[in-house]
């Protein structure tokens, strides 16, 4: 498990999300970190956003660069995982992917 404190949303974790059921998104793969920071420093959870090199453009996901792969931020498949899940902080995502997700979140919830 990753040492927790001050994560903040933006960072990039590599979480473990198995065990899964049915077309969950599967392995241990890297997660966005979207929950506030309010929570993020309050709770034992976290509100996360898997991210993949695959798959297709899709209305609720968000085309990044993470670490030099091209891929998609997936916010149709939030997570809300206990801190144990991450395994490392990778890093942070773009100030400009951040804010795009946060504006489909945005158009997703509040609408």
């Known amino acids: 498990m990753v040492e927790t404190p001050g994560l903040q949303r933006g960072d990039v974790l590599l979480v473990q999300l198995d065990p899964t059921a049915g077309s969950d998104i599967r392995k241990t793969r890297p997660c ?3 929950s506030p920071d309010e929570l993020n ?3 034992s959870t976290l509100i996360v956003a898997p991210m993949t090199t695959g798959g297709h453009r899709y209305p609720f996901r968000v085309p990044c660069r993470f670490q030099n ?3 998609f931020i997936v916010l149709d ?3 809300t995982i206990d801190r144990a899940r991450a395994v ?3 890093g942070r995502i773009s100030s400009r992917s951040l ?3 946060l504006e489909i979140l945005h158009a997703m919830f509040a609408r």
């Open 69 to 71: 792969r091209n891929g």
């Open 41 to 43: 420093d309050a709770l």
């Open 88 to 90: 490392r902080r990778l």
């Open 77 to 79: 498949r939030l997570h």
């Open 99 to 101: 804010e795009k997700s």
């Open 32 to 34: 966005l970190i979207v």
